[in-house]
């Protein structure tokens, strides 16, 4: 009896074993699998691979890693794919979209970067881009702006080159503008705390020209009294605009036209000379025997990764900081 009592234990012992054996590989492989559910569900290395890709996944969780593991044509279907069932487009867009952004350096990643932002129309997008290198650096930052938004951004920081640019040689910026009417950099020097000198300068960014208006040509003698005046109207009481009046009124004041252009990876600046009577205008290069910055005045183009010295490091810098500012929120 001892016997079949020891063999019906030691039988007894390696079932449970083989029992807990089993179990534990059955809870092994579904850890596993769940595991792996989970990475898919996150959208990580299983959304594109080798051509399919996860209808669960969103477009918003999606990041550049996920596009690493197929090819451009196959990251494009199933990006286009994915928005279709997020009812973002329609089957016509599909195709549409996919012929624009398959001829596209990274078209996949640009692809991306608008379909995570729900208000992106890719082929708006893609116009936006297509407009300047400075337009495209904001569209990147901000999928989410149309092209009226991106080009007051682009106005902005043109506006704010210019104004460093000018105050980091001397001059000291005094308001110019009513609202978003009125003269882009309007700035002084003073001594003894009197104003001494004065410029009035209009910036323009790519091709964009001075324009005619209801005074005079922009930068005309008219058109710079006429603003002038507007800002004496507006402020009676401010001092400054009462003696910029006067420089303005003899004649006695320097009048720039600023010009930048982002393409290539470069920064090309430009200044020119206006010269006016009345309402017409003439307008010639910058004599740089009369500016205290000529170094700077003659540098015509700025390599965003490679300034040649400290001044243009400076300005790339400014570049830099204004970009910031449209970083992308969700």
């Given amino acids: 009896m001892m016997r079949k009592q020891g063999c019906f234990t030691k039988t007894n012992m390696l079932v449970l074993l083989s029992r807990f054996l089993i179990v534990s590989l059955i809870l092994a492989f579904q850890g596993a699998q769940s595991a792996g559910y989970a990475v898919a569900e996150r959208g990580v290395e299983a959304v594109f691979k080798a051509g399919k890709y996860k209808r669960s996944a969103q477009l918003v969780v999606l990041g550049a890693n996920d596009l690493s593991h197929a090819s451009k044509a196959e990251n494009i279907h199933g990006l286009l794919e994915l928005a279709e069932a997020e009812n973002r487009i329609d089957t016509v867009h599909m195709l549409q979209y996919s012929r624009l952004y398959s001829k596209m350096d990274g078209g996949d990643h640009l ?36 092209m009226v938004q991106v080009g007051h951004a682009v106005g902005a920081i043109n506006e704010n080159l210019m104004v460093r640019f000018f105050t980091s040689s001397g001059w000291e910026s005094v308001p110019g503008q009513i609202g978003r009417q009125g003269i882009d950099g309007l700035f002084v020097k003073r001594e003894g705390g009197l104003i001494k000198e004065v410029m009035v300068v209009e910036s323009k960014y790519n091709t964009s020209m001075l324009q005619p208006t209801n005074h005079g040509i922009q930068m005309s003698e008219q058109w710079v009294k006429r603003k002038i005046f507007e800002l004496k109207t507006a402020y009676p009481n401010n001092r400054d605009y009462v003696a910029i009046g006067r420089f303005v009124d003899s004649g006695s004041y320097r009048a720039i036209l600023w010009n930048l252009k982002v393409e290539d990876g470069a920064l090309m600046v430009g200044l020119k000379k206006v010269r006016s009577k009345g309402g017409s205008i003439d307008i010639s290069p910058v004599d740089v025997k009369d500016q205290e910055n000529s170094a700077a005045l003659l540098i015509k183009e700025i390599k965003i990764l490679q300034p040649k010295n400290d001044f243009e490091s400076e300005f790339v810098g400014w570049y830099k900081r204004e970009l910031t500012q449209y970083e992308h929120r969700t």
Wanted: positive net charge; contains cysteine; proline residues 6%.
């Fill in 111 to 146: 692809l991306l970067t608008c379909l995570k932002v729900s208000s992106c129309n890719p082929e708006q997008f893609l116009k936006i881009r297509a407009t300047s290198g400075l337009h495209a650096e904001i569209a990147l930052r901000r999928p989410d702006l149309g």
